[in-house]
């Protein structure tokens, strides 16, 4: 993968970041395709190969190439454009160049029948280490991604439930980023709530379900997936049933954490997108 200071993004992302050897690998694959198409097919670059000279319709042209030539989807345009922005918001941190190209560009908006893709939870390293993304968002992907319902971590006291599960270590890091983040409104709240109001309310201090959307509808220009809880954690049961098919029927309850009733609804609902 060649592109200008690969192996110094390589270390930001893997030492700083703490983001997993395979979302690494995806995000320098998408900018060293950008830089293939800027040496072949953009005479400016071609002839001042200047990091700082990059301006905004050279990333527009390459992101129209990949919508016109390869026919990407939605998801992948906006998945491309957000490892872009890592990519040179790093540049921009390290002095490294004065450009920040994608500054301006905007992600695209998804059809109403497109799904979640199902294997968005590979790309929750790099997510839960996102600090364009409130912590209350980056929560709830973490959540959503085990396999809780924005029903259930909504509930007081959930936080009891949250300290049975098991994390990876960049999970634990990021929880405890959050427990730092969180104390101090716990205390003001005088609760160990994880979802907790901004203002002073002892009586239901606990965040309401609309309250969330608010800060999920915030954080969505920042985030390529489409920030909908439903549809994330239908995806994520969704990829769990289709890679876990030699499973008991019980065994798969357990997992998911469902009932039998349930896990007929959500193979039906495969059936419909002829996932089965």
């Given amino acids: ?3 200008p200071y690969a192996d110094r993004f390589k270390r930001y992302l893997q030492n700083d970041r703490m983001i997993e050897t395979q979302t690494i690998a995806d995000i320098c694959r998408d900018v060293a395709d950008l830089f293939n198409y800027l040496r072949h097919f953009n005479s400016i670059y071609q002839s001042n190969p200047d990091l700082s000279q990059l301006e905004e319709t050279d990333i527009r042209d390459y992101l129209n190439m990949l919508q016109v030539k390869r026919e990407i989807k939605n998801t992948t345009y906006n998945k491309v454009l957000t490892h872009l922005n890592v990519y040179f918001s790093f540049l921009f941190s390290e002095k490294l160049s004065t450009s920040m190209p994608t500054l301006a ?4 908006k998804r059809t109403k029948n497109e799904l979640v893709p199902l294997d968005w939870q590979n790309d929750l390293p790099s997510l839960l280490s996102n600090e364009n993304l409130s912590y209350y968002t980056r929560l709830s992907l973490l959540l959503l991604a085990h396999y809780y319902s924005v029903s259930e ?3 007081p006291s959930f936080y ?3 300290a049975t599960e098991k994390f990876t270590i960049e999970e634990e890091q990021f929880l405890a980023d959050f427990q730092t983040y969180i104390t101090p409104l716990q205390q003001r709240q005088h609760s160990n709530d994880l979802f907790l109001k901004q203002r002073l309310n002892l009586a239901e201090p606990t965040l309401s379900l609309p309250g969330l959307h608010k800060y999920l509808k915030a954080d969505q220009p920042n985030c390529f997936l489409p920030l909908t809880p439903r549809k994330l954690y239908q995806a994520a049961v969704f990829n769990f ?7 008991s029927d019980q065994d798969l309850c357990e997992a998911l954490r469902i009932d039998g009733t349930s896990l007929n609804y959500y193979r039906q609902e495969m059936l419909k997108y002829e996932l089965l």
Avoid: T
Wanted: glycine share 10%; net charge neutral; aromatic share 10%.
């Fill in 160 to 162: 009891a439930v949250l």
């Fill in 1 to 3: 993968m060649d592109f």
């Fill in 105 to 108: 560009l905007k992600g695209l």
């Fill in 241 to 247: 049933l289709l890679n876990n098919q030699g499973l």
């Fill in 153 to 155: 971590f909504l509930q």
